[in-house]
């Protein structure tokens, strides 16, 4: 497969506010991924990741898909390849990835699918959306992180009803459960996750970024480590600080304050 090809097939764009969106570009397929479209993925979210002028970034995929996972007739080429070539790992990169990454789910969102939206740190999709683990199904084993996170999004009993019967679960029961921030109508889910991305980029950046790691880091243990994290790193960043980046920060609190009116609770 040529380069321009697989180029076409996870397109990559940018916009002057600092948002970028990845789209994985097969709709005919229903955006199932050959082993050139994930190398290529992996790729395009760490370069997305080391981009300075990136602010956010939005996966998404193009006609009636998200992704619909691997494409099955190339299957012994992705499941016999390097499992621990991380950078080849779309979602080894996502999950390193600084940026916040929000999930805009069209539609089908199937098994390796639904590995790459838990990958996203905020997801949005639309009410009709499909989310669907068919690893049971076709004698496939996990190896994207979907047997151990969709439990502790939704639940162990409901991730067990869907994994272990491969039934999908709707972008509105998604919502119901807490696996979307946002179940949209049709056509509408780029432009929600747009209006999410707009409201990160107002924030201070530099926070964002803080944030969105001691969120995720703090997931990876239990909650007495990931407190002791929060202030280890609260810590070191305000004994990083100047007495001039408190002076800015306390003129900015007190210029925002005087424009938001006083709370009547």
């Given at each position: 497969?040529?380069?321009?090809?697989?180029?076409?097939l996870?397109?990559?764009?940018?916009?002057?506010?600092?948002?970028?969106?990845?789209?994985?570009?097969?709709?005919?397929?229903?955006?199932?991924?050959?082993?050139?479209?994930?190398?290529?993925?992996?790729?395009?979210?760490n370069?997305?990741?080391?981009?300075?002028?990136?602010?956010?970034?939005?996966?998404?995929?193009?006609?009636?898909?998200?992704?619909?996972?691997?494409?099955?007739?190339?299957?012994?080429e992705?499941?016999?390849g390097?499992?621990?070539?991380?950078?080849?790992?779309?979602?080894?990169?996502?999950?390193?990835?600084?940026?916040?990454?929000?999930?805009?789910?069209?539609?089908?969102?199937?098994?390796?699918?639904?590995?790459?939206?838990?990958?996203?740190?905020?997801?949005?999709?639309?009410?009709g959306?499909?989310?669907?683990?068919?690893?049971?199904?076709f004698?496939?084993?996990?190896?994207?992180?979907?047997?151990?996170?969709?439990?502790?999004?939704?639940?162990?009993?409901?991730?067990?009803?869907?994994?272990?019967?491969?039934?999908?679960?709707?972008?509105?029961?998604?919502?119901?459960?807490?696996l979307?921030?946002?179940?949209?109508?049709?056509?509408?889910?780029?432009?929600?996750?747009?209006?999410?991305?707009?409201?990160?980029?107002?924030?201070?950046?530099?926070?964002?970024?803080?944030?969105?790691?001691?969120?995720?880091?703090?997931?990876?243990?239990?909650?007495?480590?990931?407190?002791?994290?929060?202030?280890?790193?609260?810590?070191?960043?305000?004994?990083?600080?100047?007495?001039?980046?408190?002076?800015?920060?306390?003129?900015?609190?007190?210029?925002?304050?005087?424009?938001?009116?006083?709370?009547?609770?």
């Amino acid at each position: 497969m040529d380069q321009t090809r697989i180029e076409n097939l996870i397109l990559v764009t940018r916009d002057q506010n600092g948002i970028a969106t990845i789209t994985i570009n097969r709709p005919k397929s229903l955006n199932s991924l050959t082993r050139p479209m994930i190398v290529r993925l992996a790729r395009q979210i760490n370069a997305l990741g080391k981009d300075d002028s990136v602010r956010v970034i939005i996966l998404t995929g193009s006609g009636r898909a998200f992704c619909s996972g691997v494409d099955l007739t190339a299957a012994e080429e992705v499941f016999k390849g390097d499992v621990k070539d991380v950078e080849a790992d779309p979602v080894a990169q996502m999950e390193q990835c600084k940026k916040p990454i929000i999930g805009a789910i069209n539609g089908f969102a199937v098994t390796a699918g639904f590995e790459i939206a838990l990958a996203c740190d905020i997801l949005i999709a639309s009410k009709g959306a499909k989310f669907m683990d068919t690893h049971s199904r076709f004698g496939i084993f996990p190896s994207w992180g979907l047997s151990q996170k969709l439990s502790r999004v939704i639940g162990a009993n409901r991730a067990r009803e869907a994994s272990l019967t491969a039934m999908p679960i709707s972008g509105e029961q998604a919502e119901r459960w807490g696996l979307v921030n946002h179940a949209v109508e049709e056509g509408k889910v780029l432009k929600k996750a747009r209006e999410v991305a707009e409201a990160i980029i107002k924030n201070n950046q530099d926070m964002v970024l803080k944030y969105k790691a001691v969120i995720n880091d703090g997931l990876k243990l239990d909650l007495a480590h990931a407190l002791s994290l929060e202030k280890e790193r609260a810590h070191a960043y305000y004994n990083g600080m100047t007495k001039d980046q408190f002076q800015k920060m306390q003129e900015f609190i007190a210029g925002r304050s005087s424009k938001t009116p006083s709370s009547k609770l």
